[in-house]
C-alpha cells in the first residue's frame, strides 16, 4: 500500500503564513522526488515547488518564489511546504506528489513526471 497524505491547510488572511506536510506511508520518500501543485478554483493544475531526491535542487514557480520554501526530512518520511505572506491568488487545494522509484535526481514541476499524488489540502486566503 502506496499513500501520500496531506495536512495543514485552512482559512488564514492576506499575509499570513501555513506549513503543509506530506507524510508517506508504504514506501520511502527518500529515492523520491517529491513536487507540491495546486489548482484553483476554474484553472488547471500547476506546479508550485519541487524537490529532488537528494534535496540539492529545488525549483519554485515565480508567483511563489521569495514567499515559498519546500524542505525534506527523510529520517521522517515527510516533506513540507513553508508558505509564508500568503496572497489571495495562493487560495487553491494544494497537493504533493511522488515519482518512481527509479526516476534519477530531478526538480520538475509537470504533472507526467509525478506517479503518486495525495487527495489534496485546502488553502484558503481571504479577509
Known amino acids: 500500500q502506496l499513500q501520500l497524505v496531506e495536512s495543514g491547510g485552512g482559512l488564514v488572511q492576506p499575509g499570513g503564513s501555513l506549513r503543509l506536510s506530506c507524510a508517506a506511508s508504504?514506501?520511502?520518500?527518500?529515492?523520491?522526488?517529491i513536487g507540491w501543485f495546486r489548482q484553483a478554483p476554474g484553472k488547471e493544475r500547476e506546479g508550485v515547488s519541487c524537490i529532488s531526491k537528494s534535496g540539492g535542487t529545488t525549483n519554485y514557480a515565480d508567483s511563489v518564489k521569495g514567499r515559498f520554501t519546500i524542505s525534506r526530512d527523510n529520517a521522517k518520511n515527510t516533506v513540507y511546504l513553508q508558505m509564508n505572506s500568503l496572497k489571495p491568488e495562493d487560495t487553491a487545494v494544494y497537493y504533493c506528489a511522488a515519482t518512481r522509484i527509479g526516476v534519477q535526481a530531478m526538480c520538475l514541476m509537470t504533472l507526467p513526471f509525478y506517479t503518486y499524488w495525495g487527495q489534496g489540502t485546502q488553502v484558503t486566503v481571504s479577509s
Open positions: 508504504g514506501f520511502t520518500l527518500d529515492n523520491r522526488n
